[in-house]
């Protein structure tokens, strides 16, 4: 439908006309632009006074002696008419061409650049000529005023886009009007029309301006059909697809992914904007070898083949070859060349579109500069493993890295020749070999193939990669054989250019190459090397014969590599520097910068591997050496030292201790090595790593791990240090007493080492009465030793030491195992304060009192401190050290402890949750570090009544901790919790024959009154019940309750909650006068002893009323309870619980006592403030009820 004065819009195509007459088509589009600013309808209207019209000229008449029914018609009164010119002219001129005006918003307010309108009009253009009889229809664009700018615009971006290739070559005509072309001759035009015009650029039918216009707009629309169609044939034949192909191989059908890659070069390839007409078309690949960038350039160079007249392929890995492929590239332009140069001017000089693929640059020495074409024509893609050539991209560079885990696994897969069915099924193997050598492409094709050969299954690649790295990674594909054939054979490429370089750069590159080959593959910090020179200084005076074990000296500072410079006075690292930047250079080596620390550098694993295989083993003997002494100089401070953890780790897996050690002239140097290694994995919490390191050194010693000796007593003491990490008490308790014994006859009282064995045995005892569950007689054996040491150290050190205050640390948490709980808070509170003064706030030290500290105040009933103080220390843990660190890990457990008790389920489930996924690949499954957040988060599931979650993660844990002894405490808790928990999912007859099993362990291990003991037997006390064996349950219960008489103060929560307890359960079970005499017992004893306004003396009494109230002893019950509530009257808010709980059963004292007005008024008042509640509550609809009996009973 043709558009009309009332449906015009402001933006986009107004259509006019109304479609060609019957039996004929539309030959032409005519299309008029608005200038900046311009109404969309008013633009192109012209009003005139038919009386008062100017004569037409001759040439006027004639062009309009015919007469037009379609034409606008006068007024009656010849008032003015509106000539809307494209609608009420060139449409009933033209009727077999489709006119329209296009219209946009520009003017003030407007931020549309003209660049950005020009665009739009290409793009709704292109929209409106999209069938095929329109993509070639001839098109005159007609601009008014500003609209010419417009136009203009437009023609020159059509003219650098592909995309609109057709449209610009239909173009037949434009027309001018007015448009400002400065210097330019349509610019005398549009003065021309605007003088004669008067500054209006509307016409009218009769109009002398639209007389000049019309004979050129006939001639276009006559002309458009054979110029249009010229100019397609003319480029149709230009392009007819590519000429030349000189590409050395075809496409791998292995190809897989890299899709992102490729788009992206070809959008900056066919990008035609006017930025990227103005240069050569550069793009660089580069990235580590095997990773595919050849394979991307063959993809791009098929796929873009027919957009090329020549597709160019040179190999410039070197000069002689780079030559022979630049002279064979000539022969497409019919020359014959003797030179790279002279070839390079045919590709600068020529017409056609060319594309040239420059592979393998990998020389860091060569300028490639010199084999790039000079001009702007022509696309470059070059691939290189120098990532400096990237410079020479001008529209774009991608450094090449790994696939990601999907597609690394299909190639994988697919290279294996695995059916596409299968794949689900073998998915979790196909990701862990992906894992395994980094998504390496060429290792993923090799792997795949070697699978596919019959060499090994594909499930037991992993073990064979770890037994036959060096064999599978050299195992050469016999069909589409990549360039250098294996995966090592493509990395040895590079490292032959270092070799052939002989320059002192070249050696000292593949010098650190060997050295980062003993260390991990990632982000190994530049800084350790000048920690390692900084204390070379120091060790390089100490002569070898004075080395021990605790001590490095001249022979291993001359063990670090040349460009260190060891003899040199101050620390310059520039031969490092450039040592790095070539293997960086060479992608060998990845180089991060962060913010604020120190650069580090990392390698892709199979480069890493790779990097250690290819030296023979004496080559690796050296480097060991070289990297150990780097790693031992290096460690200054153990605490802080966490960085190198991983480093370190794959430093021992490089050799056997044994090997190490016949390494050095004399085995103390290569030990003092070990040692250094030893006590970073010990301040680590790396226990497991570390008690092998040990036991491997006792082996190559000869030594006895169980026998110290002088000589070698450092190494015990870690030694009983890994022990106690590995919960082994007992072995740690004898080994750590031989090891004081042997000081107290060596050392005197006040030294340092003595005191530290001391202090350290003292802890062991701690530790043992934690695991055995017997705390008093083993924490009276650490007093024993620490209160004698505190004196000697009261007199020689002030009260600020930090031994002094280590020894204090102990000494309370010895009182508060020993149940001098005031006592061991005083003394803990002095110590944190104390630290807190003279450390930093994330000293390890620090943070264990603080730790320590809460976890006393929460024994104590002090949750809410326990709480605060544990938020502080776990927020500066997770600031300092790993994820799954030990010490980090005991901190957050603590503070999910204190939110249970708190029941801040949410926020419990949370924390531990967020723990177990932390360590999750880390910690071993059987580590305390997984099994105690699970068990605690198991409570949580519990609390929230997620019984079957917690049921899971409990069965589980007793499942791993069934590998410890039966009497072990950690699998008794655990089974004492999953048996609580069978309860609460009404799993009865499981709880009841866990916890008989339990009871059964603690009854032969613990005495009579321990907490742990009793713990159980009140719970399987409740299962009895539950099973309705109440004679059981009960007689269990008064068994308890009488021990608990015998054991505990009268005032102790704990026995009094149970004396409570079995008095429910007397009144539960018909035994009323039994709960009554009980609680009356109880609450007397209180009463002797506790203030008349004690909270647990006003909850007894008020536990006592309901008794005597379900009894019909309401007189007794109504005195209790106003006794009661005369006591907390004032104390608590109208409207707290407690408060209208009391007021509640004092009301129904009243109504069972007969005073019933007294009653229900007092109920009323109940009422009416629980009607703040929601109307669902509990508590609010049996009041309300309650209310409703008393009154239809009065009734």
């Not at 509640?1144 to 509640?1173: C, F, P, S, T």
């Amino acid at each position: 439908m043709a558009c009309t004065k009332e449906t015009v819009k402001a933006n986009g195509l107004n259509i006019w006309s109304t479609g060609p007459p019957p039996g004929s088509t539309t030959e032409v589009d005519i299309v008029g632009v608005q200038g900046l600013g311009s109404d969309p309808f008013f633009t192109w209207v012209k009003k005139v006074q038919a009386l008062e019209s100017k004569p037409p000229r001759k040439f006027v008449d004639k062009l309009w002696a015919r007469k037009d029914k379609n034409s606008p018609k006068q007024d009656r009164q010849n008032g003015p008419v509106e000539f809307m010119w494209p609608r009420d002219l060139l449409v009933p001129l033209f009727t077999n061409a489709r006119v329209a005006t296009y219209s946009y918003k520009s003017g003030k307010g407007v931020k549309t650049t003209l660049r950005q309108l020009a665009e739009q009009l290409l793009n709704v253009l292109f929209q409106h000529r999209q069938k095929p009889d329109e993509r070639q229809r001839p098109l005159i664009l007609i601009g008014h005023s500003l609209g010419g700018l417009v136009i203009q615009q437009a023609l020159v971006i059509a003219a650098l886009n592909r995309d609109f290739q057709e449209l610009r070559l239909s173009v037949s005509g434009v027309i001018f009007l007015g448009a400002p072309f400065q210097g330019s001759n349509a610019a005398v035009l549009g003065k021309r029309l605007a003088q004669v015009t008067g500054g209006d650029l509307s016409l009218g039918k009769t109009d002398e301006n639209y007389a000049l216009v019309l004979p050129e707009i006939q001639r276009m629309v006559d002309n458009g059909p054979s110029i249009v169609t010229s100019r397609h044939q003319s480029k149709e034949g230009e392009a007819a697809g590519n000429k030349h192909w000189l590409v050395p191989r075809g496409v791998n059908k292995l190809f897989t992914g890299r899709s992102e890659i490729i788009d992206r070069i070809k959008g900056v390839i066919q990008d035609d904007s006017a930025q990227s007409a103005e240069k050569q078309k550069g793009f660089v690949i580069t990235g580590l070898g095997g990773m595919g960038k050849s394979e991307i350039c063959l993809q791009i160079a098929n796929i873009l083949r027919e957009e090329f007249w020549g597709v160019f392929w040179v190999d410039v890995s070197s000069e002689s070859i780079a030559k022979s492929g630049f002279i064979s590239a000539a022969a497409a332009f019919g020359t014959s060349v003797d030179s790279i140069d002279d070839a390079r001017r045919l590709f600068a000089n020529t017409k056609h579109r060319w594309l040239l693929i420059l592979d393998n640059a990998d020389d860091p020495e060569v300028d490639y500069q010199t084999y790039l074409p000079s001009g702007s024509r022509g696309v470059v893609i070059m691939t290189s493993r120098v990532s400096d050539c990237s410079q020479y991209s001008t529209v774009g560079a991608e450094e090449l890295t790994s696939l990601d885990i999907g597609l690394s696994k299909h190639l994988l897969l697919r290279a294996a020749n695995i059916d596409e069915d299968l794949w689900p099924s073998v998915d979790q193997q196909a990701e862990a070999i992906a894992n395994l050598i980094g998504s390496h492409t060429l290792a993923l094709i090799t792997a795949g193939s070697y699978v596919a050969q019959g060499f090994c299954r594909l499930d037991k690649y992993p073990e064979a990669y770890g037994k036959q790295r060096k064999r599978l990674l050299t195992h050469r594909i016999t069909q589409a054989r990549p360039r250098y054939g294996d995966v090592y054979a493509t990395f040895e490429a590079s490292a032959n250019a270092l070799e052939g370089s002989g320059s002192e750069d070249a050696k000292d590159a593949l010098r650190l190459l060997g050295i980062l080959s003993m260390f991990y593959s990632s982000a190994l910090p530049l800084q350790m090397f000048e920690y390692a020179w900084g204390r070379s200084r120091k060790a390089i005076k100490v002569s070898d014969t004075e080395s021990n074990i605790e001590t490095v000296c001249r022979w291993h500072a001359l063990q670090l590599p040349e460009f260190m410079e060891v003899e040199s006075n101050e620390w310059d690292p520039y031969r490092l520097d450039k040592a790095s930047y070539l293997l960086v250079s060479l992608s060998f080596v990845v180089r991060n910068n962060s913010a604020g620390g120190s650069p580090s550098l990392s390698m892709h694993p199979l480069a890493h591997a790779w990097a250690k295989d290819r030296q023979d083993l004496g080559q690796q003997h050296k480097t060991w050496i070289s990297a150990g002494c780097i790693a031992a100089l290096s460690i200054y401070d153990y605490n802080r030292e966490n960085y190198l953890l991983l480093h370190l780790r794959s430093l021992l897996n490089n050799i056997e201790v044994e090997t190490a050690v016949s390494l050095g002239p004399q085995p103390v140097m290569v030990i003092s090595i070990l040692y250094r290694c030893a006590q970073c994995l010990s301040q680590n919490r790396d226990d497991s790593r570390l008690n092998s390191l040990l036991r491997g050194i006792f082996s190559a010693l000869g030594i006895e791990c169980d026998r110290p000796s002088v000589e070698y007593l450092p190494i015990y003491r870690l030694y009983a240090i890994s022990l106690k990490f590995l919960g082994d008490m007992p072995n740690f308790l004898k080994l750590q007493n031989q090891v004081v014994k042997i000081q107290e006859e060596l050392l005197p009282a006040a030294h340092p080492d003595r005191l530290t064995s001391q202090l350290e045995l003292a802890r062991a005892y701690l530790a043992n009465g934690e695991e055995a569950l017997l705390g008093n007689e083993q924490a009276e054996r650490a007093i024993e030793i620490l209160e004698p040491v505190i004196k000697i150290q009261e007199e020689v050190h002030p009260s600020a030491h930090l031994d002094r205050l280590a020894f204090q640390h102990e000494l309370a948490r010895a009182y508060n195992m020993n149940g001098q709980v005031q006592k061991a808070i005083e003394l803990l509170e002095q110590v944190v304060k104390t630290r807190e003064e003279i450390l930093p706030i994330a000293d390890p030290d620090r943070l264990v009192s603080q730790h320590r500290l809460a976890c006393i105040y929460y024994a104590n009933g002090q949750g809410k401190r326990a709480m605060e103080l544990l938020e502080h220390v776990v927020k500066i843990k997770e600031g300092a050290l790993p994820i799954a660190h030990p010490d980090l890990l005991v901190s957050q457990i603590g503070l999910a402890r204190t939110y249970l008790a708190d029941r801040q389920v949410e926020k419990t489930i949370k924390l531990l949750e967020d723990v177990l996924k932390a360590g999750e690949g880390v910690l071993p499954m059987d580590s305390p570090g997984r099994l105690q957040p699970q068990h605690m988060l198991a409570a949580a599931y519990h609390m929230k009544g997620q019984m079957g979650k917690a049921i899971e993660l409990l069965e589980n844990v007793v499942k791993i901790e069934g590998v410890l002894p039966i009497t072990h405490p950690n699998q008794l808790a655990s089974q004492h919790q999953l048996a609580h928990a069978y309860l609460g999912d009404n799993q009865v007859e499981k709880a009841i024959k866990l916890l008989e099993h339990v009871v059964e362990i603690k009854e032969g291990i613990l005495p009579t009154a321990h907490p742990s003991r009793l713990v159980t037997l009140v719970e399987l006390a409740r299962a009895y019940l539950a099973d309705k064996q109440v004679d059981k349950g009960i007689k269990l219960l008064e068994y308890v309750v009488k021990i608990n008489e015998g054991a505990l103060p009268i005032a102790q929560l704990s026995r009094i909650d149970l004396q409570v307890e079995l008095a429910r359960v007397y009144l539960v079970n018909e035994q009323v006068e039994k709960g009554i005499e009980l609680l009356e017992h109880v609450v007397k004893s209180q009463e002797e002893i506790l203030p008349i306004a004690d909270p647990t003396q006003l909850m007894l009494q008020h536990r006592l009323a309901g008794a005597y109230l379900d009894n019909g002893q309401a007189e007794k019950a109504k005195k209790l309870l106003e006794q009661v509530l005369k006591t907390k009257e004032g104390t608590l808010p109208i409207n707290h619980s407690n408060w209208l709980t009391l007021q509640h059963d004092l009301a129904r004292a009243y109504h069972k006592n007969g005073q019933v007005e007294k009653a229900i008024e007092l109920m009323e008042h109940v009422v009416e403030i629980r009607k703040e509640l929601p109307v669902d509550d509990f508590n609010r609809l049996t009041s309300e009820r309650v209310l409703a009996r008393f009154k239809k009973e009065e009734a």
